[in-house]
């Protein structure tokens, strides 16, 4: 039987005479037209960002990971006229999971992975994080990606989905909060009105710093280890998530990004921005497993933090203030929009 590190390789050559040829069509591996699609909407999201702030550019940075297999495109604005600092990281990633890292999957996930030894896994995906300078204009993330654990023919042993996307406000416009959701419900409800509930619930109690008993963000969708529908099906719901993306932030980006602000206000966004990186260092997952990958470009996977943030010893809002609102919402998530219709 071929090691896991020479199934990668072969698996890695065949996938790259195959996007050789041009585009990828409708008879390619999904992992493949995955890839495809998350490296368009890295180009939309970034020419639709670009748009609206009309100074930032995005810089793209390419690597390669060629002892590993694998690449991707990281895309960063920073100091813009409306962003402080955006990043949208595409990667495709060629590895093996030790032994080690399955038993984990085993244990900690209920993963269902029969082998012995390293086994070759392919995964590939689309991450973001937007920092607004407006503090009265929220931060955004996005995430989706595929993962694929592979026989030595390349052919699918185990696979799933994960994603979705999320709203951290500095401070709370509940028309803001309404339309987001509402724009990943009705997403959602044109495959089945069972998953954005689930979806939703699913992500305020993922994004919770659980040291500080709050949320990160007043939510939206979350899923993972998403294997129970046709992967046909799946890859549709993902598309059609994804590119929701650009009209459910945009919308809001445009009526928040000029209203007027004071220095107090900004304080308070670096105080909410503190607690942004406590999550994504401390609880993210995604984070952890970037981190804990072979050759890892740390640079692509910490492009989430925002450029500045605060901390505060024993700082609390004053009752009655829109900051101490934002955190009563926090503690205490919302349903926001009806889930009978």
Partial sequence: MPSSLSSKYTIFKNDSAIRAKGSITSDAPLRLRMESFVRELQNNICAGIEEIDGKGKFTRSVWERPEYGGEGITCVLSEGNVMEKAGVAVSVIYSELSPEAVRQMREDR??????????????????????????????????????????????PKLWWFGGGADLTPVYLFEEDAISFHQTY?????????????????????????????????????????????????????????????????????????????????????????????????????????????????????LMTLPLTARWEYMHEPKAGSKEALLEEVLKNPRDWVSLEN
């Fill in 110 to 155: 209920g993963k269902d992975i029969n082998v012995e030894g390293t086994v070759p896994f392919f995964v590939t995906g689309i991450s973001l994080v937007m920092h607004a300078k407006n503090p009265n204009a929220p931060t955004v993330h996005l995430n989706y990606r595929y993962f694929e654990v592979m026989n030595p023919d390349g052919t």
């Fill in 185 to 301: 419900k009705e997403g959602c409800d044109k495959f089945d009105k069972s998953y954005y509930p689930k979806m939703k619930k699913d992500c305020d109690k993922y994004f919770l710093n659980i040291h500080r008993g709050e949320a990160r963000g007043i939510g939206g969708i979350f899923f993972d280890d998403f294997n129970t529908k046709p992967a046909e099906e799946i890859f549709s719901l993902v598309q059609e998530l994804g590119n929701r993306f650009l009209p459910s932030y945009t919308s809001i980006l445009k009526k928040r990004k000029d209203m007027d602000f004071t220095e107090e206000m900004v304080n308070w966004q670096q105080i909410r921005r503190g607690r942004y990186v406590e999550f994504n260092l401390i609880w993210d997952r995604g984070t952890k497993f970037g981190l804990a990958t072979p050759c890892a470009r740390v640079e692509s996977i």
